[in-house]
């Protein structure tokens, strides 16, 4: 009997430990985060303090210890703002002002958004057409996938004023210039992924399909693809996330009045670098947002498809 007891003890352990709560998994991310704001709020102390020692210097104004800190965490023109500066910063532009309005982010946001969706979009259809072209035709493999290769060793930085100017030069303004620079950039992982994903599929199951005398229409609808479909979804967590970059950068030689992009020129211009930070978290909450729907659409179809997670 004392045997089955030991048995059954060490047999429900396990499943005690596995059943964690919620506070398990959040506690872990929040020590961490506040250890990054602790750091952050040292940071912009030891970086502002010399541009503070100065304004209290040239003012022949005596301080503290105490002042100093409090002057640095409070600078309107910060080396590093301090992370309740950005906050008030958001708060500002993204609750207390009408989203249609320039000076909010959220309008700033869309507009970045729309043009990152849209590069997104025709990235991810040309990425699958070649990697569908490069896997059924052995001559493009040999011949296009090296320039597909090198197209990404351009800096984005230095295509994308040319690409602006020669696509302005013959009409073509606004969202889709911007949309081709995030294009550009986010159909080379779906590309990658997808090779990898439609010659996943193992000698064995090809063998098989020439077996049942399978065409290679047949092959891949009901091989290949399904195969590639993790492959897929993975590149497409990485290219939705670089589209947005294409995006912010593309409006960065343009002069744009509206965007991320935009938001940031006009902010360095200034030297607004609290303006700065906080477009950064809202084009990173962005970023967030649309990695974790492509998840959510990931884990949708491999449910519909009977995967097991």
């Known amino acids: 009997?004392?045997?089955?007891?030991?048995?059954?003890?060490?047999?429900?352990?396990?499943?005690?430990?596995?059943?964690?709560?919620?506070?398990?998994?959040?506690?872990p991310v929040a020590v961490i985060v506040a250890i990054l704001v602790v750091l952050w709020y040292v940071a912009a102390v030891a970086l502002n303090a010399g541009i503070v020692r100065d304004g209290f210097e040239r003012?022949?104004?005596?301080?503290?210890?105490?002042?100093?800190?409090?002057a640095t965490l409070s600078h309107d023109r910060p080396l590093l703002p301090a992370p309740h500066q950005i906050l008030v910063e958001l708060k500002k532009t993204v609750i207390d002002v009408d989203p249609t309005s320039k000076r909010s982010l959220v309008y700033h946001g869309w507009v970045t958004l729309s043009s990152t969706l849209l590069g997104f979009v025709m990235g991810t259809i040309l990425g699958i057409v070649l990697a569908v072209l490069i896997v059924h035709m052995r001559s493009l493999d040999k011949s296009l996938m090296p320039w597909?290769?090198?197209?990404?060793?351009?800096?984005?930085?230095?295509?994308a004023p040319i690409v602006i100017v020669v696509l302005g030069s013959i009409g073509l303004r606004g969202l889709v210039p911007k949309a081709i620079i995030s294009t550009y950039?986010?159909?080379?992982?779906?590309?990658?992924?997808?090779?990898?994903?439609?010659?996943?599929?193992?000698?064995?199951?090809?063998?098989?399909?020439?077996?049942?005398?399978?065409?290679k229409a047949q092959t891949f609808w009901k091989l290949r693809l399904p195969a590639?479909?993790?492959?897929?979804?993975?590149?497409?967590?990485?290219?939705?996330?670089i589209a947005i970059v294409g995006a912010i950068v593309a409006e960065l030689p343009t002069g744009?009045?509206?965007?991320?992009?935009?938001?940031?020129?006009?902010?360095?211009?200034?030297?607004?670098?609290?303006?700065?930070w906080a477009a950064l978290f809202v084009a990173a909450a962005l970023a967030a947002?649309?990695?974790?729907?492509?998840?959510?659409?990931?884990?949708?179809t491999l449910k519909a498809m009977g995967a097991r997670r």
């Open 228 to 241: 590639s479909v993790p492959f897929l979804f993975a590149s497409l967590k990485v290219a939705i996330a």
């Open 185 to 215: 950039l986010c159909f080379f992982p779906v590309t990658i992924g997808m090779v990898k994903g439609l010659t996943s599929p193992d000698v064995l199951s090809l063998d098989l399909m020439r077996t049942y005398s399978a065409s």
């Open 1 to 27: 009997m004392a045997t089955e007891a030991a048995t059954h003890a060490s047999r429900a352990a396990p499943a005690r430990r596995s059943g964690s709560g919620p506070l398990d998994a959040v506690l």
């Open 148 to 159: 597909i290769i090198s197209s990404q060793t351009i800096p984005i930085l230095a295509i």
């Open 289 to 300: 947002s649309l990695v974790a729907l492509v998840g959510l659409a990931e884990r949708v």
């Open 256 to 276: 744009a009045q509206a965007g991320i992009g935009a938001r940031l020129l006009s902010g360095s211009y200034y030297g607004q670098t609290v303006q700065i």
């Open 59 to 70: 003012a022949g104004t005596a301080y503290t210890t105490e002042d100093l800190v409090a």
